[in-house]
């Protein structure tokens, strides 16, 4: 499972706003607000995965430890964002 904050540094790697990736994970954009509220908003599983696989077909690897969690880019693609279908 994706953190709030791991979707919103992922985002700031790729350099998309909200719209940005709600579009590639085939997702409302309420549904986004409420997958990176810190807010105890409930979400469904297969949302905060649809985000996950949009923000991985891109090149972001979420990165989870005993000492926290974050999130790196392994690659720049070079013909722009993939969009999931």
Not at 36 to 53: A, G, K, M, W, Y
Not at 61 to 82: A, H, T
Request: charged content about 25%.
């Amino acid at each position: 499972m994706i953190t709030a904050r791991q979707s919103r540094a992922a985002r700031a790697l790729l350099g998309w706003n909200q719209e940005t990736l709600a579009d590639m994970a085939l997702i409302s954009l309420t549904a986004l607000k409420r997958v990176e509220s810190e807010n105890s908003l409930p979400v469904h599983e297969s949302t905060r995965d649809q985000v996950r696989r949009a923000l991985e077909e891109n090149g972001i690897v979420f990165l989870n430890s005993d000492q926290g969690e974050g999130v790196m880019i392994v690659r720049q693609n070079r013909q722009g964002p993939k969009r999931r279908t």
